[in-house]
């Protein structure tokens, strides 16, 4: 059962791009009269900084003033923590997607098998994402808890989209079913298949990171996002996205679909004279399970 595997550094290199300031743009350097009582609070000020434990994400604006240099790394450490969570979070509501997820409306023939857009049914995640552990210590807090339910609804939209679209083009499922000793194919395990063979006109969904982030930004609370004027939350969904997307392009070569139990009838079965038959019109059994290998 492959996890997503989370770059999570590569989240605080995307938030750190962007250049935010800390204090925010808000804050303007002293001027006039105050310029010199500025300079000489500076001069006296022995406060010692908090050093970031990790890739900075904000530029200090004053690195002389130590109480900007401070609130950037609380800050930043702040975000980084909440960023780390939320790949988590992610990777959590995939393992309980793919323990109920399975494939339905097969159609097969012979050895091959089309499955129609929507073949692949699966659970919508957002409620797992929500609920998943790491992001327990964010949910008592109201500012933090949308940004939780924002993760977990524009991550969701865009796993729906792709599995709405998924399909099985013809592939070669059921070698055994091209000529079969029998009247009736029964229940029979399909050979293993890498999830990414069943194309989805909307895999870019979840291999790209802007079509992540910004469903992720429709879903945040429009209040939250006017009172952030220098748009953090943009660039922590860009750097979640990001690491998101490379671990889903990562993930769909390596999950394997299997034990997908396909049947059907041989009608051309006729021993002696035909002793063997392709199977026509087959389906299969759509039970839980075809991706948690």
């Known amino acids: 059962m492959p996890p997503l595997t989370m770059i999570k550094p590569l989240a605080h290199v995307m938030f750190m791009s962007k250049g935010l300031k800390m204090p925010t743009s808000e804050w303007q350097q002293p001027a006039g009269d105050a310029a010199p009582q500025y300079a000489r609070m500076l001069g006296f000020d022995t406060k010692i900084p908090s050093i970031d434990a990790g890739i900075p994400l904000f530029i200090p604006a004053n690195p002389q003033n130590m109480h900007h240099m401070d609130s950037k790394a609380k800050v930043g450490q702040a975000w980084r923590d909440f960023m780390d969570a939320a790949c988590d979070a992610i990777a959590y509501g995939l393992i309980q997607w793919k323990m109920q997820a399975k494939f339905q409306n097969f159609i097969i023939n012979g050895p091959s098998v089309m499955g129609p857009p929507g073949c692949l049914d699966g659970p919508d995640i957002e409620s797992f994402i929500k609920n998943a552990p790491t992001f327990a210590q964010f949910q008592p807090k109201d500012g933090a808890k949308k940004l939780c339910d924002a993760v977990a609804a524009g991550t969701a939209k865009c796993l729906k989209n792709w599995q709405q679209m998924v399909t099985c083009p013809g592939l070669p499922l059921y070698p055994a079913f091209a000529a079969f000793p029998g009247p009736m194919a029964p229940p029979m395990p399909c050979i293993p298949m890498p999830i990414i063979a069943y ?95």
């Open 199 to 293: 194309v989805s006109g909307m895999v870019a969904a979840l291999m790209g990171p802007m079509q992540l982030q910004q469903e992720m930004i429709n879903a945040y609370d429009g209040g939250m996002k006017q009172k952030d004027k220098d748009k953090q939350h943009e660039a922590a969904f860009l750097g979640i996205a990001t690491a998101a997307s490379l671990a889903f392009a990562m993930w769909m070569p390596q999950q394997q679909v299997m034990l997908v139990m396909g049947k059907g009838q041989i009608p051309t079965f006729a021993p002696p004279y035909v002793p063997v038959g392709p199977v026509v019109a087959g389906d299969n059994l759509a039970t839980p399970g075809h991706a948690i290998a």
